[in-house]
């Protein structure tokens, strides 16, 4: 289970992910995954997020060869990660892909989604009871697998059912048993969620149609019916599964979500009808409890959609985990949004496979991402208890930004973003992947600060003393009275020294150009 305030705990401390996911075929053999691990190592990432293939793991029926399972398990154990693992079956991107070749020539035993003019896809629907007891099944013979290899080291610190879930290719299933749950009220649990959901898209959905007190799906959803009928049902599938697995091994499991909010934002087509889209949180909430989290996929490279997702998914019943986002540089800034206004719990790149060229040097679109990573690992420990606190602030420059104002406890911060004078400059404009000065902001006491990333000067400045601001030289740097200024970085809970600053390197604020080395600025 998750613990302080949804963090999942690593030896009872909350514990925060910062990793990379495999793409996806990298996980069929021990060889595939071998130099993955060093990638993951050299980018700074604390976790992999490997996938298991119900194909693989169960090639016939009810034969179960784990052996791969002990492969990733091993190797991250060797390379001191915690490991993720990505359960594609019933779901993967919202169609059947990683099923067994047993499933996928049963359509007749294993029911297909039926489009509404009658065509079968290649997408198992979420009404077949035979489906649902083969999946559960193998889901809870890994489970148990994994309770037997790794309950002692808990290597595996959570896992993900299905791989953004939904059918894709039709709204819902339009079988004849499709369309007779469809045609029946919706079910009690929903209709009485509705009036305590203002402000959601669901409400909305409902609102717009009347507000009704019961009626068929379509009578209370309009337009949204078949979406909503579909997410119900592909949320309690997987709750069953979920509840199969948490009644062998209390391990955390979560769902990712191919987002909503996507082209013309049509369910079926434009992203798969059924998951956990933001307009449907509430909903999951409600139809799957033994799920933990409702985890967005995030490839949105301008930061106020980027932004938008996470405040939807950062909630009080839901804290903001981020499974995928992109490898690139715009991750490498939004990243600290996420974490600190967010208070993210977690995120990884997607396919950190491509994270190195043939010559094994890291890629020039991935260099950004890598320092963001050093960064943020240099005060890792530090960002539980400052989320907790509202003492972690994102120090971030986007497009045409030159400078950043930051309200602390007692104190001001003004952030530039030029370090033209130390060889390193942050363009202020060059587009949503330009590398940019970012970083983090971290109050940890009435007069102690820490500061990590890369990019930007930041000045700190006491808010009340104004004689001595009237005294005071008036080039910024010469106003801050540091007792102490050092850097280094954390080790687990221990801050390690690495040098102190003082004159050039302290008078004119604190200069951040060392990815991996984090400042800690003491006032008297
Ligand atoms: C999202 C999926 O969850 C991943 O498995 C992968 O297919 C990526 N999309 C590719 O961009």
Redesign the pocket.
């Known amino acids: 289970m998750t613990g302080n305030n949804g963090y999942i705990t690593v030896d009872g401390k909350p514990f925060f992910i910062l990793g990379g996911q495999v793409h ?1 075929s990298s996980a069929y053999t021990k060889d595939s995954m071998a130099p993955l691990w060093d990638v993951l190592v050299r980018m700074h990432a604390n976790t992999a997020e490997v996938p298991v293939y119900w194909e693989q793991i169960e090639p016939e029926e009810g034969a179960f060869d784990f052996s791969i399972v002990d492969d990733v398990i091993a190797g991250a154990r060797e390379h001191e990660l915690r490991l993720v693992l990505l359960w594609f079956a019933t779901w ?2 919202g169609t059947m892909k990683y099923t067994p070749g047993w499933v996928k020539v049963q359509p007749d035993r294993f029911r297909r989604v039926i489009t509404a003019d009658g065509f079968p896809l290649p997408v198992l629907s979420p009404h077949c009871p035979a489906t649902l007891a083969a999946d559960t099944a193998a889901f809870r013979a890994l489970i148990e697998h994994i309770k037997g290899a790794d309950a002692g080291e808990r290597t595996v610190i959570a896992v993900q059912i299905e ?2 879930p939904g059918s894709y290719g039709s709204e819902r299933d339009y079988s004849l048993e499709g369309n007779a749950l469809f045609a029946v009220e919706a079910p009690p649990a929903v209709m009485s969620l509705l009036p305590t959901i203002a402000a959601s898209g669901l409400h909305q959905a409902w609102a717009e149609n009347g507000s009704r007190t019961g009626g068929a799906w379509v009578e209370v959803f309009g337009r949204r019916a078949a979406e909503v009928f579909n997410a119900w049902h592909v949320a309690r599938y997987i709750d069953a599964i979920a509840a199969a697995a948490r009644a062998v091994y209390d391990v955390p499991l979560y769902v ?1 979500v ?1 987002l909503g909010e996507n082209g013309f934002r049509d369910a079926g087509y434009d992203y798969p009808s059924g998951g956990a889209v933001s307009d449907m949180i509430p909903l999951w909430k409600a139809a799957a409890p033994h799920v933990d989290i409702l985890a967005p ?1 995030i ?1 949105l490279p301008d930061s106020d959609s980027f932004r938008q997702i996470c405040a939807a998914y950062s909630r009080a019943d839901n804290p903001l985990l981020i499974p ?1 986002c992109g490898l690139r540089p715009a991750t490498a800034r939004q990243m600290f949004y996420a974490i600190a206004t967010h208070k993210a719990i977690g995120i990884a790149p ?1 396919g950190i496979d491509s994270l190195v060229d043939e010559d094994g040097a890291i890629v020039d679109t991935g260099v950004a991402l890598v320092e963001s990573f050093a960064a943020t690992r240099a005060i890792l420990s530090l960002i539980p208890q400052a989320q907790e606190n509202g003492r972690l602030h994102a120090i971030v420059q986007e497009e045409g930004v030159a400078e950043q104002f930051i309200a602390l406890e007692g104190y001001n911060a003004l952030v530039q973003f030029d370090l033209s004078w130390y060889g390193r400059r942050a363009p202020t404009r060059g587009g949503m992947e330009t590398e940019r000065g970012r970083g983090l902001l971290i109050q940890t006491g009435p007069k102690e600060f820490y500061v990590t990333g890369v990019g930007f000067t930041v000045y700190l400045r006491p808010i009340t003393d104004v004689d001595r601001i009237l005294r005071a030289h008036p080039r910024r740097g010469q106003l801050d009275p540091w007792l102490l200024v050092e850097v280094g970085r954390f080790e687990g809970d221990r801050w390690v020294v690495e040098g102190r600053r003082a004159g050039d390197e302290s008078d004119f604020g604190l200069v951040m150009a060392i990815p991996g080395q984090a400042v800690r600025a003491v006032f008297d």
């Open positions: 996806n993967k991107n791989n953004e990712n191919w996929d490839y995928e997607f």
